[in-house]
């Protein structure tokens, strides 16, 4: 994968220069290569290693001038910030990317950090403030004759967070009309409807859409995305009494969290389950509670 990514950076960086393939300097490379390190930490729910490659990128982007790149890995960042739940510190580097976007003209970077923007500001439940970045954003993305889905998810997501609960589900509607072949999309969308579902308590349809994101973040290695999606569909199922299986999909999320070491959503879950199946003896108990210490976990 990295060969044939470092052989398109040579067909990119060849192309209007004569039928020569001229050698890449080091220095436009290896911030790139980091870059990418860090997004595969992340996917894999590593986001301490993640963070440090892509403080590493940051580091040999901006001392090589790469402003499009810088704007990325700042984007990157300020995920990384949001999973931990620092949506203010998130900001700092959302803000930052948004502005470099700006100062291109890069629409699509622009719309990227204001969809993130906004999701910062509905999980500190500043509202007008979401409202505000994301109709903006909406409206100057028309203009461009730009649909972008990502914002409208999140108008969607501010409205069920909101208690507009018809208004949100017209909006996801839309989505899915629009944009069925995004994949990674649709896994966050599918999710959103879950949610949407399970505070209308209808439980059953919350699994459905639940089962079609697990079904897209498996396909994906989303490792995260699998444990929430699991957490989600075993939450679902103790909400309709059928403890067997609640008890069955929780313990899979924790196994996930835990082998993942993420310590704090383990022991939350740990918590949960213990309600349902107070005498767990079950080998995979041994596991979990090796792997909540932090032995053999892929993030060493």
């Known amino acids: 994968m990295k060969k044939s990514f470092l052989l398109l950076l040579l067909i990119l960086f060849s192309c209007g220069g004569g039928p020569e393939v001229k050698e890449i300097p080091e220095h436009l490379i290896i911030g790139i290569e980091e870059m990418i390190k860090g997004n595969s930490f992340y996917q894999n729910g590593c986001y301490k290693m993640a ?31 949001r999973v931990y739940g620092d949506n203010k510190s998130a900001l700092l580097f959302f803000d930052e990317a948004h502005s470099i976007y700006e100062s291109l003209g890069d629409n699509k970077g622009i719309a990227q950090t204001s969809s993130n923007k906004a999701a910062s500001y509905i999980s500190l439940g500043d509202f007008k403030k979401a409202r505000s970045i994301l109709l903006t954003s909406i409206s100057e993305m028309e203009n461009e004759k730009i649909f972008v889905p990502s914002l409208k998810r999140n108008l969607g997501i501010m409205h069920l967070k909101m208690g507009n609960f018809e208004k949100a589900e017209m ?7 629009r944009n069925s072949e995004n994949e990674v999309l649709s896994s966050s969308l599918y999710f959103a409807i879950g949610d949407l579902k399970s505070t209308n308590k209808q439980f059953k349809k919350a699994i459905v859409n639940y089962e079609k994101a697990l079904q897209i973040d498996k396909q994906s290695g989303f490792f995260v995305g699998i444990a929430q999606d699991l957490n ?21 999320s924790l196994m996930i969290y835990a082998v993942l070491g993420m310590k704090k959503k383990s022991d939350e879950l740990l918590k ?19 792997w909540i210490k932090g032995d053999e976990t892929p993030c060493q």
């Open 232 to 252: 989600k569909i075993g939450s679902a199922y103790d909400s309709l009494d059928k403890k067997k299986k609640a008890y069955i999909f929780l313990k899979r």
């Open 171 to 177: 909006i996801f509607n839309q989505i899915q009309k």
């Open 51 to 81: 963070l440090d490659k892509y403080f590493k990128a940051y580091k040999y982007f901006v001392v090589s001038d790469q402003i499009k790149n810088s704007a990325k890995v700042l984007n990157n960042i300020g995920n990384v910030y």
């Open 272 to 290: 949960k389950i213990k309600v349902i199946e107070p005498k767990d003896v079950s080998v995979d108990s041994f596991f979990i509670k090796k």
